[in-house]
């Protein structure tokens, strides 16, 4: 398990955790209900956010999650569904504190969440090995999208789930830069 400082003060970029690029300083991540400090966490640069969408990039033209089996992809699905579920009350917690959400509505937000997962799943199980023509493509070149809009645990606590999802998912990056936004 990773440590929580180093958590905090770094980005999780390429499958290691690394010191920001640029000179932001440090993001003040405060509860919108009464204004407590609940943590102080690194900024991501826009030199980061670059870095991290190459990287995912790299990985998926590498194949670790492209080249997988389809069923295998669904397979890894169901298990963050699963770490997701088994970690609810502690995540909807935190999304409540971070966000000012009621726990109910935090709670609702875990679930969404498990069953985007579990749906994307069931659907690689049934098209498994399926070729569907999309047909004619609209851009010559690939479209990248970096999320800017994180699951509010990433950087912000020690959760015992949170190295193994970052092993489910090859060449994850995270971070947040203030004003750097996709569409």
Request: contains cysteine.
């Amino acid at each position: 398990m990773h440590d929580l400082m180093t958590a905090l003060n770094n980005l999780y970029i390429d499958g290691h955790w690394v010191t920001t690029q640029g000179q932001l300083p440090p993001h003040q991540v405060t509860n919108p209900a009464n204004g407590t400090l609940l943590a102080t966490v690194c900024e991501a640069s826009v030199d980061d956010v670059d870095t991290a969408v190459r990287s995912a990039a790299a990985s998926f033209s590498k194949g670790e999650w492209s080249g997988l089996p389809v069923r295998e992809r669904g397979d890894r699905m169901r298990i963050i569904a699963q770490i997701l579920l088994d970690h609810r009350e502690e995540l909807a917690r935190i999304e409540s504190l971070d966000a000012g959400k009621t726990l109910r509505e935090a709670r609702l937000d875990v679930d969404d969440a498990v069953s985007a997962f579990r749906y994307f799943a069931n659907i690689a199980d049934l098209d498994a090995g399926r070729m569907v023509d999309a047909g004619k493509p609209q851009h010559s070149q690939p479209h990248w999208l970096c999320s800017c809009r994180r699951l509010r645990i990433d950087c912000r606590v020690e959760l015992p789930a949170a190295d193994h999802l970052l092993e489910t998912c090859p060449g994850a990056g995270r971070g947040k830069h203030r004003g750097h936004q996709t569409q």
